[in-house]
């Protein structure tokens, strides 16, 4: 049996790091090629899995390896209080842009135009996949695949698409982007081929995205309120979507 601290630190610069029991139990979900799993408490791992994810606990018992703590420690810089951590392989570019370029869509692609946070970002890769978005798409310097990012969207990278592109590739679809002097999104259907773009957190638009943009909608908010934070934006936009268009129940 290979010896998985040498696989671990071998893949490591090419992989993607599942850091934690729920990262590693929506990848495993979502077909994610794991090639590495270790933990410091394998019997802890496979009890957590029975007890909140049996359907992957088999899997599980397959994949985890125990190693000693300071192995550990020195394989996973900031290890999740839950000790299992494991390395993936990332989709390709390629099947991810098929997959966003698929016509006719469903579901919704969100677009970050030039996020800044990373957590934020992760949080809505979360917020898209259990609402069955088609993807989610960065642009600008964020990678949406950063360890931090990952970690903030609990392995659910693995169940919609996640890219970075330019405005000028962005899949075809109408654009409604929004933006406070947008119409209330109250009065608007997202019809299930949109692209939901959002401002970066310091600065809004990008005047790239604004000229793409078909549509500009607002969300409702009290006067003096300057704003939402990015994925509570999100989600009430996609839930709005859910509510008024073709979304499965």
Same mark, same amino acid.
């Given at each position: 049996m290979?010896?998985?601290?040498?696989?671990w630190?071998?893949?490591?610069?090419?992989?993607? #790091?599942? %850091? $934690?029991? &729920?990262?590693?139990?929506? =990848?495993?979900?979502f077909?994610?090629?794991?090639?590495?799993?270790?933990?410091?408490d394998?019997? =802890?791992?496979?009890?957590?899995a029975?007890? #909140?994810?049996?359907?992957v606990?088999?899997?599980?018992?397959?994949?985890?390896?125990?190693?000693?703590?300071?192995?550990?420690?020195?394989?996973?810089?900031?290890? &999740? *209080?839950?000790?299992?951590?494991?390395?993936?392989?990332?989709?390709?570019?390629? /099947?991810?842009?098929?997959?966003?370029?698929?016509a006719?869509?469903?579901?919704?692609?969100?677009?970050? %135009?030039?996020p800044?946070?990373?957590?934020?970002?992760g949080?809505?890769?979360?917020?898209?996949?259990?609402?069955? /978005?088609? $993807?989610?798409?960065?642009?600008?310097? #964020?990678?949406?695949? &950063?360890?931090?990012?990952?970690? $903030?969207?609990?392995?659910?990278?693995? /169940?919609?698409?996640?890219?970075?592109?330019?405005?000028?590739?962005?899949? /075809? $679809? *109408?654009?409604?982007?929004?933006? *406070?002097?947008?119409?209330?999104?109250?009065?608007?259907?997202?019809?299930?081929?949109?692209?939901?773009?959002?401002?970066?957190?310091?600065?809004?638009?990008?005047?790239? #995205?604004?000229?793409?943009a078909? &549509?500009?909608?607002?969300?409702p908010?009290?006067?003096?309120?300057?704003?939402?934070?990015?994925?509570?934006?999100? =989600?009430?936009?996609?839930?709005?979507?859910?509510?008024?268009? %073709?979304?499965?129940?």
């Amino acid at each position: 049996m290979n010896d998985p601290v040498r696989v671990w630190r071998r893949l490591c610069g090419d992989s993607v #790091l599942l %850091d $934690g029991f &729920h990262a590693l139990k929506h =990848a495993v979900r979502f077909g994610a090629r794991i090639q590495v799993a270790v933990t410091t408490d394998r019997p =802890a791992v496979l009890e957590l899995a029975a007890e #909140l994810a049996p359907d992957v606990r088999a899997a599980l018992d397959e994949l985890v390896t125990e190693v000693p703590e300071p192995a550990f420690t020195a394989l996973v810089p900031r290890p &999740h *209080p839950t000790s299992v951590a494991a390395l993936a392989v990332r989709p390709s570019r390629a /099947a991810n842009l098929e997959t966003l370029a698929r016509a006719p869509r469903t579901a919704p692609v969100v677009v970050l %135009d030039d996020p800044r946070n990373l957590g934020n970002a992760g949080a809505v890769i979360r917020l898209a996949a259990g609402f069955g /978005a088609t $993807g989610v798409v960065t642009t600008g310097t #964020l990678d949406p695949w &950063h360890p931090t990012v990952v970690r $903030g969207g609990a392995g659910l990278h693995y /169940a919609t698409a996640v890219e970075r592109l330019s405005v000028d590739e962005l899949p /075809a $679809g *109408p654009v409604f982007a929004l933006d *406070p002097e947008g119409e209330d999104i109250r009065g608007t259907k997202l019809p299930d081929d949109a692209l939901l773009a959002f401002g970066s957190e310091r600065s809004g638009l990008s005047a790239e #995205l604004r000229s793409r943009a078909d &549509h500009l909608v607002s969300l409702p908010m009290r006067p003096q309120v300057s704003s939402y934070n990015l994925a509570t934006s999100v =989600a009430m936009t996609l839930f709005h979507w859910s509510a008024t268009g %073709d979304a499965p129940a």
